[in-house]
Nanobody, 116 residues
Framework: QVQLVESGGGLVQPGGSLRLSCAAS????????LNWYRQAPGKERELVAS????????NYADSVKGRFTISRDNAKNTVYLQMSDLKPDDTAVYYC?????????WGQGTQVTVSS
């Protein structure tokens, strides 16, 4: 059974940091590109960060460049999103996504709220 389980969300003040984790099981993790998406209330889901299968290549949305870092540990079947200098506009549900040419899997999401 395929599972992607996010954790690490919560309430943080502006300027603070959080690290999201996504633990995967049920598929060959190292063969999948990994992505973090987010969806704020009333907005479409947007791609925040991506990591290639080996983690060598990463890409970021302009809105998070320099503040967010995606990384993956293929030995632990886990992908991370380190978020720093958080802003109220970063408030959203964050979703982990694993994608290959033929399959795509989603986690259930974790809420991140940035507020004073």
């Amino acid at each position: 059974q395929v599972q992607l389980v996010e954790s690490g969300g919560g309430l943080v003040q502006p300027g603070g940091s959080l690290r999201l984790s996504c633990a995967a099981s049920g598929f060959t993790f190292k063969n999948f590109a990994l992505n973090w998406y987010r969806q704020a209330p009333g907005k479409e889901r947007e791609l925040v960060a991506s990591a290639s299968t080996a983690g060598v290549s990463t890409n970021y949305a302009d809105s998070v460049k320099g503040r967010f870092t995606i990384s993956r540990d293929n030995a632990k079947n886990t992908v991370y999103l380190q978020m720093s200098d958080l802003k109220p506009d970063d408030t959203a549900v964050y979703y982990c996504n694993a994608a290959s040419l033929w399959y795509q899997y989603w986690g259930q999401g974790t809420q991140v709220t940035v507020s004073s």
